[in-house]
């Protein structure tokens, strides 16, 4: 009955990809990819697609070609827009459009990265490649490449309030507004279904579409979501601040030594010595273990067990109130990138200096957490708090009221964006939903050992920021996002995989839709998949 009804389904969108077709080729002669496709896409240059929103080139690309350092193999009309919502704005964006013949039908707007300022060109191949109309943006402004903070910087925000909400929210609803116009002029009709895919800032840009504009897409991925972005420049300034008073307080031997010892006192917790921590919430590891002591090696020094500290139990005032959630042990191997050296901090290191105080003589060393807390996120710029700026509202029931889908994933080992805030941001969700009413429209996936949305030692290939085994429901999380958007089956579990430094998968494993967890069956390979079953954890 099942499989029926999704059959009957998948035959009811063929006919409308055919039909609908504004310069289709012909079905009996077979596809002339490309004859009336550059003629349609020579003809969207010059046009206004949404107001203020204008196509300032269009090119038809038969063989495909290099776009950066990518390439691009397959035909597609390249479209380059801008969109200037206040005299402040200048939104670029392109719409990559797959021949009339290879389209899926379908439209898929991509996120970006760090504080943006950048066509994400690598991912919109992967989209084109798989059929869709694909969209990225540049968030309004381009990062400035000689900065030493490269893709975090924030120069472009010095004076420029308006941008500062182009960046938040505004830049991608315009993008993706103008981006589905295009879509409709060069095949003649609408998209069937619009996706977002995204992964850190895409990830908070994802959770402020679904709250903020809910009918723009049908559904999305947001991998570890950034959503309460100024509260986590705090905790990113909190965790920077031992290294900048004292640069052995963090370094990559120390993060490893940490990282090696919390894996081993809680790898077993899980019940499969893997290397991997199931829950990190179960590890309750004490880096005082760790005390150097006369003629010791792999110990930590008594700045860096206070560093360590700070992490795991994130920003608080000095009345001992938190201001945001710590990291899990487990994610320590790549704090020093992130929290130490030049410009700790990510994009908190230009945050302060350049967005929010708008005075270049801040230094996030001197950050009071009482006292510059309140003041940052309370700061006014274009007529909102910074709070309201880059804060995602918790509150996705006009997304879940008409029928969006979101899948959220992020890494239990993620050193930029601590996963205990998408924990927070679900149970904030099912606290409004209820359980049953937040499965109907959100599944969450926590994932052992993965980085910052890539990287580490756990399985993390599942598509979107990391390539998939394989592009069916079961292994790529947006063929599973597509199957719940149109066929109604929702993802309960997804298989990742683990590559080693050849790209070829060493490990697999199920996610389990939150809050179920791998559980290994007892018997066969701990790196197969296959022996492991999700279950609800027991404590
Ligand atoms: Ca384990």
Redesign the pocket.
Known sequence: MGSFKAVGLACLFLPLLAAGSGHAADPKTGPQIGQGDAAGCAGLAGQSVATDTVIQSAEYLPQGGMIGATRIAVPFCRVIGVATPTSDSHIGFEVWLPPVASWNGKFQGIGSGGSAGAISVSQMEGALSAGYATMSTDNGHRTDTSQKNGGSEQTWALGHPEKMVDFAYRALHVSTVAAKQVVKNFYGRSSLKAYFVACSQGGHHALMEASRFPADYDGMVAGAPAWHWANQMVNATWNSVAGLKDPSALTEKSAAILNQAVIKA?????????????DPRRCQFDPATLLCKTDAQDCLTQVQIDAANRIYQGAHRSDGTAIFQGFPRGSERDWWRMFAGETPGGSAWHFWRYSVFQDLNFQNVNFDFDRDTDRGLGARHAGMTVAEIYNVKPDLSAYRARGGKLIIYHGWADNQVTPFATLDFYSRIRAREGQAGTDGFLRLFMM?GLGHCQGGPGPGNIGGASPALSHDPEHDVVAALDQWVLRRKAPGMLIAAHLDQSKTPDLTRPLCAYPREARYTGTGDIRDAKNFTCETPRN
Do not use: A, K, T
């Open positions: 809680c790898d077993r917790l899980d019940g499969v010595e893997d290397g991997l921590i199931s052992p």
